[in-house]
């Protein structure tokens, strides 16, 4: 069971385009409020699964071979926050779509916030080993339709209700899958970095010369 | 075979335990898809279901639990060959003795709409598919299923396309609800009404931890309670499960008080588990529940029990309103949904949804209006139609327990209305005429409600899901009609013992203070026993006048809910809204209710609206886009900005159809996010900026199909569209909506060249990837599309 008791407001004003903009008070006031129904509203649930070499079951493409470079173990995980949250930000786009947009940044964070926390417990189950960072389906030349293969590897549909539609979208939305590498000898501490990004050529952080942090 | 009777041949009867489990077990090998085994290893899956026939079983699950098409996509075999050779491994199995064989179905695996993107009568196909090709078993299961909207689609798949008995089981979490939200109440009232003829729970969590949602189930239905639980919860490092046999029946003992009749295990449970729960029923006796609570509506989260005045809300219905008339005919499906949650907000309980008008297809936006209000609203709702295929299509695809709005003593009303609600098990409103008319008596009123009730009761329909409407007439026209009415309905109550129902709000018309009369009629209906007021949930004296008799009738206890509606509510400070603020200012902090107040003082001192529009409103919109661009705002500032605009508009809107019937609206535009793409905040952003800045906007929502679009298109003679797509795998919908438009005859010059601006937006375009799929703007955000609007559109 994870719970998060606090999000980073700092991360949710920049999603929103707001770095380096000084909040007023009723700005202010509307973060407070959303924070506190992101925190209710989140049900997270996480799953994952480790696997030795050769990891044919999760290797496609240039990318996560890479990625898994000199690992003995790989884990995959998944992350969600539940249901609720995605209706609750569907109702709030009808009756107030500014607060809609700052829910939906939080929420964003705090499904992020979630996937630290199951990195930190596995940085705690896997001791003694050095542990890349999380890689998931849709980096680099890594398929997006690797989710489905994820979820059904995790069985996550039927343990925590996370699902994918035809074009691989995770249901609910505010989700994430993700693949760790686990070797006893240090692994390079890559930065996940633009580089592998496919997001690179149109990303609104890079564009105002900013990094979306990861 | 009469299923009744196979159930009333035994005290209990007793389902298998997991296939899973087993096959894991065994060590035999398959790739991705467990049900290819009935295939390639026919004995071993065989010598399973002959194992737990051994045991006791009186039905063993076939091993079709994930053969739908989804699943079995890139499996090499089809359905029909999964599910027959499933069926046939476990009849081979179970010959020459009395065990039955059941088709045992699974979730598809997709989330339905309003969460995911799979329709409704998508996965009724999926369903259909299956039952078809499962046609040798004796019996349908449906299990494992969190949605209560997939579960109807399979429901009624089953009844629509075999006659074999269904047992239906769902997967509950500790927090006694379903992933998707569904309450163990909700799923009971709707699958009875659906006519399935058993229901319960697998799954998910041990039976120890089961028996709130065990308890729960047994007091909304009378239907035999099935359990098959799992053995306790997995260790996440082994995947061993923690109870044991003997403490398994141990607790499925404990349960039995509930109801339950068939028994079975499911992950981690095995023959030694089916053996040792036959060995504890041996001297045990069936203990049928007594069902608590009898009269309830829901939505598949939210339960109303009908057991004092609960206020159904009106407001949606065009009758008498210009506004919801427009926004039915533009498909501004956004108004309605407005209305939905500010009702629920003002205190309705149930809300009567009617959409009927002849400018549209009442049918297809019955439905989109039903589905739409279902995804953000868990208030049950009222299907309102005088039509029996609009009435069917609702149903149909409504999820949970609704009632119909109505059926009358006419001939064939009974005939069309009363067989819709007996087939979805709805409850449904009796209006007390016929085709001589409304009775001027409260004794004519009251023969025909009798009649109503025994036709009703003839082909099925309990009189307890008859709401019987006396009829509110027009106290100003007919003054003695009030109290036949009165009569009536405390005849109807007290003889036939049916539920009440009235719309209140008739009683009115053509009298001075309607609110007082309204108010005064509703509390003399409540005393002669009316259930279910219809009224305006958002005049406050209304609804208060509801709670307080709550209250003193000692319905509410200890005036809990009168305390929840009322205890924070100090008096609003009163605002002085003609405050200093200038509408710049008003708009440029994104004060609402401070720039429509000054919008009317403008108006009432007799400015022109186009000089506020144009030499206020606007220029107070641009410096926010500018300052937006600038970085020196963002997000959630440009968006109230943009929102206070609005109200700015709408009371200039308002001015302007009460003065001149003129409108101010500078042009349609249709927004939509492409097929399979279900990321639409982007979207819905920029449709606010476009509303706000005076554009009209057709927002066809989220996985929109690109022939709607391009119909649409025609159809209103739109000139401009914009799609956004999230996900690098939807842009090729993006591009194929775009190619769409540009074929379609209708939507070209007479040269050939397209008459269509397109304009996208979303995460992963860039221009130039825009430029190669065919639009002819790429715009990066919703202030960009506002600029491109003022572009093309002026």
Known sequence: MI????????????????????????????????????????????????FDLPF???????????????????????????????????????????????????????????????????????????MTFRF???????????????????????????????????IPTKS?????????????????GCAVCNMRDKCKFRRNGEHCGF | MDFKSFLNSKEFIMLDGAMGTLIQKSGVSYDHV?????????????????????????????????????????????????????????????????????????PIGQLLEPAGALTFDEAYEYYKQQIIAGKNADIIVFETQTDLFELKAAVLAAKENSDKPIIATMTFERNGRTFTGVLPACAALTLEGLGVDAIGVNCSLGPDELEPVVSEISRYTDLPIVIKANAGLPDPNSNEYDVFPADFAKSVEALLKYGVKIIGGCCGTTPEYISEIVNMLKD???????????????????????????????????????????????????????????????????????????????????????????GVCDAPLQIDSTKPDVLDAGLRHYNGKPIVNSVNGEEASLNNVLPLVKKYGASVVGLTLDEGGIPKTAEGRFEIAKRIVERAEAIGISRKDVYIDCLTLTVSAE?????????????????????????????????????????????????????????????????????????????????????????????????????????????????????????????????????????????????VGEDFEKNKIFLPQLIQSANTAQECFDVIKNYLS????????????????????????????????????????????????????????VEQNIKMIGLSALMTTTLKSMEETIKLVRARKELQNPDGSSKCIVFVGGAVLTKEYAMKIGADYYCRDAKESVDTAKLVLG
Do not use: W
């Open chain 2, 479 to 623: 003054q003695e009609a009030c109290q036949e009415t009165l009569k009536a309905l405390h005849r109807v109550k007290t003889e036939l013992g049916c539920k009440t129902v009235l719309g209140v709000s008739n009683i009115s018309f053509g009298l001075p203070n309607r609110e007082l009369v309204n108010r005064t009629f509703l509390t003399m209906a409540m005393e002669e026993g009316l259930d279910l007021p219809i009224i305006n949930p958002n005049i406050e004296s209304m609804t208060g006048a509801v709670r307080a008799y709550r209250v003193l009738s000692n319905i509410d206890k200890n005036s809990l809910e009168f305390i929840n509606a009322y205890n924070d509510s100090t008096p609003a400070p009163v605002v002085k809204q003609t405050a200093d603020v200038d509408i710049f200012t008003a708009v440029y902090n994104g004060l609402k209710s401070e720039g429509a107040a000054v919008t009317q003082k403008l108006l009432d001192d007799s400015t022109d609206p186009m000089v506020i529009v144009n030499e206020m409103l606007i220029p107070a919109l641009d410096k």
């Open chain 1, 176 to 192: 994430v899958t993700a693949v760790l590498g686990l070797s006893k000898n240090p692994i390079e501490r890559k930065k996940r």
């Open chain 2, 284 to 374: 045990k006796k069936y203990q049928p529940q007594v069902k608590m609570i009898d009269t309830c509506v829901c939505s598949a989260s939210t339960v109303v029990e009908i057991n004092g005045p609960r206020i159904i809300g009106e407001r949606i219905n065009p009758t008498g309103k210009k506004l919801f008339k427009q926004a039915l005919v533009d498909n501004n499906i956004d108004y309605i949904l407005t209305q939905a949650l500010s009702q629920v907000n003002g205190g309705a309980e149930i809300l009567d949804v009617n959409v009927g008008h002849p400018e549209i297809d009442e049918k297809t936006m019955m439905v989109r209006v039903l589905k739409a209000i279902q």
């Open chain 1, 3 to 50: 719970k998060l008791d606090k999000l980073n407001r700092r991360e949710a004003v920049r999603y929103l385009g707001g770095a380096g903009i000084q909040l007023n008070y009723r700005m202010d006031r509307l973060m407070d409020e959303c924070e506190k129904i992101v925190l209710s509203t989140a049900e997270p649930k996480f799953l994952y699964k480790e």
């Open chain 2, 658 to 713: 009460k003065t001149s019937g003129e409108q101010v609206s500078k042009g349609k535009i249709i927004l939509a996010t492409v097929k399979g793409d279900i990321h639409d905040i982007g979207k819905n952003i920029v449709k606010v900026l476009l509303d706000n800045y005076g554009y009209t906007v057709v927002d066809l929502g989220r996985d929109v199909d690109p022939q709607l679009i391009v119909d649409t298109a």
């Open chain 1, 56 to 130: 044919d079951e999760i290797i496609k493409g240039k990318d996560i071979e890479g990625h898994l470079d000199g690992c003995e173990k790989a884990v995959i995980m998944c992350a969600t926050l539940g249901n609720n949250i995605d209706k609750m930000i569907r109702i709030n786009q009808i009756s107030d779509m500014a607060r809609a947009v700052v829910l939906d940044s939080f929420s964003s964070v705090a499904v992020e916030q979630v996937c630290c926390k199951v990195d930190e417990l596995l940085a705690e189950k896997y001791q003694g080993y050095y």
């Open chain 2, 34 to 106: 467990p049900e290819t085994l009935n295939i390639t290893h026919p004995e071993l899956i065989a010598s399973f279901h002959r194992a737990y026939a051994d045991a006791g079983s009186d039905i063993v699950y076939a091993n079709t639990f994930g053969a739908n098409a989804y699943k079995l996509k890139d499996c090499g075999y089809s359905v029909e060959e999964i599910i027959t050779a499933g069926i046939d491994n476990a009849k081979k199995a179970v010959d020459g003795t009395n065990t039955l064989v059941a088709l045992d179905l699974g």
């Open chain 1, 136 to 170: 998931s389906p849709g980096y680099g030349d890594y398929p997006i339709n690797m989710q489905m293969d994820y979820l059904r590897l995790l069985d996550a549909p039927r343990k925590i209700g996370l699902t994918t539609n035809d074009n691989f979208l995770l």
